[in-house]
């Protein structure tokens, strides 16, 4: 199965009982978003601008636990910011299992490692020497960090455990240059496919999240399918990169891009998915084939944006995850006052201009597996395709360079450091285009970059002749 089967039953007995119920509305994941502080600054999402005032406020544990029994979603994604920065995550992930949710914790990766050496040490035991053994000679902890581990963990707090109702959810657009680019630092990449590594030798379930730009290449996105399918990653969600306001203010105020340059309309976004269809029989990848059809071009769906609901430090999040009209402080009270007829693509016709070019996961995905615009045969590919075995690790993917940046001295900083080392010879090509050089693949373009504190470094001691 694609999914495990106590998973799969949880969902499909949540929907059935508010079908029968004839429930209107309800949730099927909570996207909750205990901060909105990140240690990144990912071209293309706007929530450090959107909430910038609020950025060192955070939701309570107890708002967070109460937030999910309040919409009683089955499954919760902890979003963020960097939901790995929150205090108290071990707390709210160990609360979330207890209330006997799906749990989803998105990660840029970078505190991953960290979170699973506190959970080695709190089990510790001389009979773990043999997995200690193997994490160190693939490098992935250090002799330092083996022997704080020996020592136990003994705060009382909770740590992050194996379990199959909980993922780590890791954000990956590509390989180590397209994502390293996308997400404005070096060595992101290579420190996400460290965590993976060490996840799946303790015993986690992992995910990947990708989403897809205007210039990401979708062969690309393939091997990284291919790659990540070889280490037996447990499946991978993918969305378009949609040009939400947020998003748009932040491409032209922080970076000077025009943002048509960079996020898919929604013809591109078909044009981009035109083997979604076979990518999920290749792989793993989550979500219904409905949505699949949906993101080929194949058929229409309405949106469904309330069975994905968003709840952070300013409330309920109304009407989407992109699209702020509003924050309401009951879940209820915002399914009850939003105009949900307002919004989405409706017989190719946008209700409201900002959802015009939007067929992302939040608001449509839940559609496949809801029954809007119910097509003869819907259900029966949903079970099948849910139900039938999980594709096999992809044996091409040990063959994908997928170490094509930093790690090969061909990074996006790349020609900034030999600028700095060479007393400035060459050090104008790095900049010259808003930031971006060409791709080390040869592709082309590439995603822009902000004004990372790395960056500003580098420049500074290209002023000052270093």
């Known amino acids: 199965m694609r999914f495990p089967l106590a998973l799969t039953v949880k969902i499909a007995r949540h929907i059935v009982k508010h079908k029968l119920r004839r429930t209107p509305r309800f949730a099927l994941v909570l996207q909750l978003e205990p901060l909105h502080t990140c240690n990144l600054t990912c071209t293309g999402c706007g929530r450090i601008r959107e909430y910038s005032t609020s950025l060192k406020d955070m939701m309570s544990l107890e708002d967070c636990l109460g937030s999910a029994q309040e919409c009683d979603a089955p499954m919760v994604s902890i979003c963020g910011g960097e939901p790995l920065i929150y205090p108290k995550i071990e707390e709210l992930t160990a609360g979330l299992l207890a209330q ?83 997400v404005e630092r070096e060595g992101v990449f290579k420190e996400c496919v460290e965590a993976i590594k060490m996840a799946k030798i303790l015993g986690y379930q992992v995910a990947t999240n990708t989403t897809v730009y205007r210039e990401t290449d979708v062969k690309e996105i393939e091997q990284m399918f291919q790659f990540f399918s070889s280490m037996n990653v447990d499946g991978h969600t993918i969305s378009p990169g949609y040009d939400y306001d947020a998003a ?120 496949g597996a809801l029954g809007t615009n119910y097509k003869a045969g819907d259900n029966w590919k949903n079970f099948r395709y849910n139900f039938w075995p999980r594709p096999a690790p992809s044996v091409e993917g040990a063959k994908v360079v997928a170490f094509n940046g930093a790690s090969v001295g061909k990074g996006h900083l790349a020609e900034a450091k030999a600028a700095v080392n060479n007393g400035l010879k060459g050090a104008k090509s790095a900049f010259q285009n808003n930031g971006h050089d060409e791709p080390a693949n040869g592709n082309g373009g590439g995603c822009g970059s902000g004004d990372t504190s790395q960056r500003d470094d580098l420049l500074a001691k290209i002023r000052n002749g270093k």
């Not at 740590?159 to 657009?173: A, E, F, G, L, Q």
């Not at 949906?294 to 994905?308: E, Q």
Request: proline fraction near 4%.
């Open 248 to 367: 748009k203010k932040d491409m032209v105020k922080r970076l000077g891009r025009k943002p048509e340059d960079f996020f898919l309309t929604r013809a591109m976004t078909r044009e981009k998915f035109a083997r979604i269809q076979e990518w999920g029989e290749k792989f793993t990848i989550f979500g219904t084939p409905v949505y699949q059809e949906f993101l080929a071009g194949k058929r229409d769906l309405t949106c469904t944006a309330w069975a994905i609901p968003t709840r952070n430090i300013r409330g309920w999040k109304a009407p989407c995850y992109l699209i702020t009209d509003g924050h309401y402080p009951r879940y209820q009270e915002m399914l009850d006052q939003v105009n949900w007829n307002k919004y989405g693509v409706v017989d190719g016709v946008a209700r409201d201009s900002r959802c015009e070019n939007c067929m992302v996961h939040c608001g449509y995905d839940p559609s």
């Open 100 to 182: 006997r949710r799906i749990v989803y914790i998105c990660t840029n990766g970078v505190f991953m490692r960290k979170k699973m050496r506190d959970y080695l040490a709190a089990i510790y035991t001389p009979s773990q020497e043999a997995t200690l053994s193997r994490l160190l000679s693939e490098k992935l902890i250090t002799d330092k960090e083996a022997e704080t581990i020996r020592q136990g963990k003994s705060e009382g707090r909770p740590v992050i455990r194996p379990t199959k109702w909980m993922y780590w959810n890791v954000h990956v657009d590509g390989l180590e240059y397209t994502h390293d680019l996308i």
